[in-house]
């Protein structure tokens, strides 16, 4: 059960603002959704989870320093910046 | 050439070369895509692309790809043209940097015309959630080219383009492929790097090749595959086909779980009895994970995309509002104005899924399905070299026709368990039914492209002649 309520809390984790129309309607879209991934609670055999199919090594490289983007680069796809930084929202109210 | 259209090999552009000027080809390309109405590109670089031409023409480009004109999909990003996803959050992004494979296409010579459409973030099947319209079918026009790697299907079937690039997530190389009429390969897991692919979900995604024909795939996989330290996910070894399996006895098996409707396995039953004429074993094979394989699929996909996405801010690039506001009213502002609703949708999905409470029961046992996945094609492939099954379970959708979120998912059944276990596996058409054009699934262990190339120019010749 997924009610109006977990979808606005859910909304609200993801950062997502959401109208009282969009909520009915992802209400609705998410429950069947999540009814169908309820199939996983026949899985009874427990085994490892499997995070990555490679089995791979961490492999390092030598520590040497290289070129980086230039200032003008990394700020080139921003609207708001300021005196060479990025200016991002208020964090604090 | 099997079910193609309009579509061009590389040997016969090749061919055209040899008389006359590339510049006056790439220009000809350029009109036919301004004609089209298959909407398949978001960018043209035209100006570029013809400059290249030019310096073609004056003997001054070398490469396995020089003047062989290539379409890049749009999420694979390409210093100085804008890479979009697809996405109104993306609309007017630039990358300072080309994606790994980019920079080899260029070494190559190869001379890139454009940005492909695709699905929102890669996220759909149909091409029908891109912010930059809808793809059409290059058979018919009112009906879908497939996704999420839609354009670069349609532009290779509509002979927009001679050689794309895709990205593979759950199926959206191979489903576009299969229904514009084309080959597309997703490779084995970490074969390409994943350098400078804008990410909808890490662990299951590649980019890959796509082509009108077999051996133009394989060229392309060459290419593009091979080591890259700036992926940490890149195996460190490179593809080079040799055609070693050429008179191999190949044991190929039929995925009992993995069907489709009528239309579709028909086809594919014709096509499995061409196989046992040309005198290979065909046998059958059941997986019995594959019931909770899409289930546990869009469990990952989703959990991975919710963390992903988490860096459209609207600050350090992206869509931005006008005016700065407190950070939790601005940053969710410029999230529910730069995505569509299938992103939205994802990202809550896998909110969700991984929200305290849930995570037992949706992502790790996701994971653990996907340990049985695996499974199951270890002990396949222990009977077999190959599996295959119809690519799509169904025709290419008309326009508009699939509505319901879940519906659509469905869709995906015959192609994510590959993604899930980071198998290789190539759509190949075989022909068509009604006018439209089916895809053969052919399935390999890990790093086995040498076979399923190998096994697809055999097939590819013979569904040729069976026509």
Request: aromatic letters at 8%; proline letters at 3%; charged letters at 30%.
């Given at each position: 059960m997924l009610t109006i309520d977990d979808v606005y809390k859910i909304a609200e984790l993801a950062k997502i603002e959401i109208t009282k129309?969009?909520?009915?309607?992802?209400?609705?879209?998410?429950?069947?959704i999540v009814d169908y991934f309820n199939v996983l609670d026949e899985v009874k055999e427990d085994v490892e989870p499997t995070f990555h199919v490679l089995p791979l090594k961490n492999v390092f490289r030598e520590d040497v320093p290289k070129e980086g983007l230039s200032r003008e680069e990394v700020l080139a796809n921003a609207k708001h910046k300021e005196n060479g930084y990025f200016k991002g929202p208020k964090i604090v109210e | 050439?099997?079910?193609?259209?309009?579509?061009?090999?590389?040997?016969?552009?090749?061919?055209r070369l040899e008389c006359e000027k590339c510049y006056d080809l790439i220009s000809e390309l350029f009109d036919r895509i301004k004609k089209s109405?298959?909407?398949?590109?978001?960018?043209l670089c035209e100006d570029e692309a013809l400059k290249q031409a030019e310096k073609y023409d004056s003997g001054k480009v070398e490469g396995r790809l020089s003047g062989i004109?290539?379409?890049?999909?749009?999420?694979?990003?390409?210093?100085?043209?804008?890479t979009t996803c697809g996405s109104k959050m993306l609309e007017n992004y630039v990358p300072p940097f080309d994606a790994h494979v980019v920079e080899r296409l260029k070494q190559e010579g190869a001379i890139i015309i454009g940005k492909t459409n695709m699905d929102e973030f890669a996220m759909g099947t149909t091409t029908e959630t891109s912010y930059f319209g809808v793809v059409r079918n290059p058979y018919d026009e009112e009906r879908v080219a497939g996704g999420s790697s839609g354009g670069s299907g349609a532009c290779l079937g509509g002979g927009e383009a001679v050689l794309a690039l895709g990205s593979d997530t759950g199926g959206s190389i191979r489903c576009p492929a299969s229904f514009c009429g084309v080959v597309g390969l997703k490779p084995t897991y970490g074969l390409v790097s994943r350098y400078g692919l804008i990410p909808y979900a890490n662990s299951l995604e590649q980019i890959g090749p796509m082509a009108c024909c077999v051996r133009d795939v394989a060229v392309l996989l060459e290419v593009i595959a091979g080591k890259d330290e700036r992926d940490s996910t890149n195996a460190g070894r490179g593809f080079k086909f040799e055609n070693r399996y050429e008179n191999h006895s190949f044991r190929i098996g039929i995925v009992k779980e993995m069907g489709g409707n009528e239309d579709v396995t028909g086809r594919f039953e014709e096509v499995a009895e061409l196989i046992r004429e040309m005198?290979?074993?065909?046998?059958?094979?059941?997986?019995?994970s594959f019931k909770y394989a899409l289930a546990a699929y869009y469990i990952i996909a989703t959990g991975e995309a919710s963390s992903n996405l988490a860096r459209y801010d609207g600050v350090r690039y992206g869509f931005a509002l006008e005016e700065l506001d407190s950070w939790t009213r601005y940053f969710s502002k410029v999230r529910a104005l730069g995505f569509g609703d299938e992103v939205k949708r994802r990202i809550m999905l896998g909110t969700y899924a991984l929200s305290a409470g849930y995570y037992g029961k949706y992502y790790l046992k996701a994971l653990k399905v996907r340990t049985l996945v695996?499974?199951?094609?270890?002990r396949a492939f222990s009977d077999f070299d190959l599996l295959i099954s119809p690519t799509m379970p169904a025709l290419p959708f008309k326009i508009g026709e699939l509505t319901d979120p879940?519906?659509?998912?469905?869709?995906?059944?015959?192609?994510?368990?590959?993604?899930?276990?980071g198998i290789p596996a190539m759509s190949l058409p075989v022909g068509l039914v009604r006018g439209l054009p089916v895809g053969l699934q052919i399935m390999g262990n890990h790093f086995g492209e040498e076979k399923i190339i190998s096994f697809a120019l055999k097939v590819e010749e013979r569904v040729k002649e069976a026509l």
């Open positions: 129309e969009e909520a009915e309607k992802f209400q609705k879209e998410l429950m069947s | 050439m099997t079910g193609k259209v309009n579509g061009i090999t590389v040997e016969e552009w090749k061919n109405r298959l909407n398949a590109y978001i960018t004109p290539v379409a890049v999909k749009d999420c694979i990003s390409t210093k100085g043209i804008r005198g290979y074993e065909v046998g059958e094979v059941s997986m019995s695996k499974r199951d094609f270890e879940l519906t659509m998912y469905k869709m995906d059944v015959n192609t994510v368990p590959v993604n899930m276990a």
